[in-house]
């Protein structure tokens, strides 16, 4: 078999991943920058994005459908100017995922996504442990659309999204003692980071625990620099159809109303 000389990699180039924050804490914003740049390969442009309209943190169903709004304009907005060639959506509920994919034929990956289709590589269970318990029933439901259920199991840490930055050691503390119950009761043999807040703390657990723990950042990103190398992206009308079908149902909606209107008058 031919190799070529440059390994394979005669086509590479610069990746340029648009990764957003659905909320609008700046030093959240900050460290998932940093967090996506560590993992990134050599020539990668990490392009960090905020959701200046939205809430604080996102934690739970309301804190979500808060942020959906900002975080579909700022994609727009980023479509207009064409500067990136895929999107990660930093928030490990996937907040505004199927909204935000049907704006853009680029790929659009959530952090939740890639961290539990990474884990279900490298084991056969594994547990994901997030922040506040408002937030578990969104992550079994996500898990169950994503055909992972039965392989997983959801654990609220309680520690509020915000708390992870202002007290990162104790934050990490908590976390690590509910590693031990994953391993003992779940038989989990990965452990998820179940929030982008969390991403600095991966390593550390690892090497504590001896076992592998998968952030959604760094899942992400390389999942994006994947997606760009191997020209994926999705088919050119699958979301415009949607779009079309919905507007077209919500067009003849209005007519048989309006008829009926008429008629009734």
Same mark, same amino acid.
């Given at each position: 078999?031919?190799?070529?000389s ?5 086509? +590479? ?7 957003i924050n659905?909320?609008?804490t ?6 998932? =920058?940093?967090?996506a740049?560590? @993992?990134?390969?050599?020539? @990668?442009?990490?392009i /960090?994005?905020?959701n200046?309209?939205g809430? /604080? ?8 459908a ?5 975080l ?6 980023a479509?207009?100017?064409? =500067? ?5 959506i930093?928030? +490990?509920d996937d @907040?505004?995922?199927? =909204?935000?994919?049907?704006?853009t034929?680029k ?10 289709? %990474? ?5 056969r269970r +594994? ?7 408002v937030?578990v029933?969104i992550?079994?439901?996500n ?16 520690i509020p999204?915000l708390?992870l ?5 104790? /934050?990490?503390?908590i ?7 994953a391993?003992r009761v779940?038989?989990a043999d990965?452990?998820?980071?179940g ?5 600095d703390?991966?390593r ?22 994947l997606? %760009? ?6 088919r ?5 159809t949607?779009?079309?079908?919905? @507007?077209a149902?919500?067009a ?5 109303a ?5 008629s009734?008058?």
């Amino acid at each position: 078999m031919h190799v070529p000389s440059d390994g394979g990699y005669r086509n +590479f180039r610069m990746v340029r991943i648009g990764i957003i924050n659905p909320n609008s804490t700046v030093s959240m914003t900050g460290s998932i =920058a940093v967090a996506a740049r560590l @993992t990134a390969q050599a020539g @990668t442009e990490i392009i /960090a994005m905020q959701n200046d309209s939205g809430p /604080a943190s996102i934690e739970g169903p309301i804190d979500g459908a808060k942020a959906v709004p900002g975080l579909l304009d700022r994609i727009e907005r980023a479509e207009r100017s064409d =500067a990136v060639e895929v999107y990660i959506i930093a928030c +490990f509920d996937d @907040t505004g995922l199927d =909204a935000a994919r049907m704006l853009t034929r680029k790929p659009v990956i959530g952090v939740g996504e890639a961290a539990a289709r %990474v884990a279900s590589i490298v084991a056969r269970r +594994f547990t994901v442990i997030t922040t506040l318990p408002v937030s578990v029933p969104i992550l079994e439901d996500n898990l169950v659309r994503y055909g992972l259920s039965p392989f997983a199991t959801v654990r609220a840490s309680g520690i509020p999204v915000l708390a992870l930055e202002a007290n990162g050691e104790a /934050a990490l503390s908590i976390i690590s003692e509910e590693i031990q119950e994953a391993l003992r009761v779940d038989r989990a043999d990965a452990i998820v980071l179940g929030c982008a807040g969390m991403s600095d703390m991966a390593r550390r657990l690892a090497s504590l625990h001896g076992v592998p723990v998968v952030e959604g950042v760094s899942a992400a990103v390389r999942l994006a620099e994947l997606l %760009v190398g191997l020209e994926l992206h999705p088919r050119q009308d699958a979301f415009a159809t949607s779009r079309r079908s919905m @507007t077209a149902s919500l067009a003849a909606a209005t007519r048989s109303a309006s008829t009926h209107s008429v008629s009734g008058g």
